[in-house]
Structure formats: structure tokens, C-alpha cells
């Protein structure tokens, strides 16, 4: 159970920033935002991981994987793309915009 165990990092790193990221204003909609926009990259990344495991471009070590899979592609390979969708606008949130001076 390698990857699963990868994905701890980037799990913990988007949900302490997520959660930094609560008192900003737009949480809820931003919030929103991001759980649609996860929505859509896991349908396209369950469209697209199972294509292309399908044709043979890449495998995975069974040792290494969870077991828990949908279709073909296994659900580790689900949580990059929910950690983007969160952790992208949380940490857009929390960086001061710069100034532009003329």
C-alpha cells in the first residue's frame, strides 16, 4: 500500500490549508467553487485514467495500490485531482495580491 500512503501529504497539506483559508472572505462560495470543480476532474479522470490504462499506456503494482478501484484506475489516483480543485483556490486566498505601480 505504497500510494495510499503517498497521498497522506498532499491530503494533510490541502485540508490545514483549506482550513487557513476559512476565515477569508468567499469561503462558501469558494468552497462551492472547488467541489464542483473536483466533480469534474474526477469525472474527466475516471474517463481518462481508464482509457488509457485500458489501452496499455501505464499500469500500476498491485502490491503497491489500495485494491478499490473505479473501472480500471485505482482510487488513489482520484485524490490529486480534489486536492487541486481545494488546495489551488485556498492558497490563492491566502496570498496578498500585489500592488501594480505605474
Known sequence: MTYPL?????VALTLAVTLASARRPGFARRMRASAWTALVLVALTAVFDNVM????????PEEHLSGLRIGLAP????????????????????????????
Request: neutral net charge; charged residues 10%.
Open 75 to 102: 482510487l488513489e489516483d482520484f485524490a490529486y485531482p480534489i486536492c487541486a480543485a481545494f488546495l489551488v483556490p485556498a492558497l490563492f486566498s491566502l496570498v496578498p495580491a500585489r500592488r501594480h505601480t505605474a
Open 6 to 10: 503517498i497521498l497522506v501529504p498532499f
Open 53 to 60: 490504462i485500458a489501452v496499455g499506456l501505464f499500469s500500476y
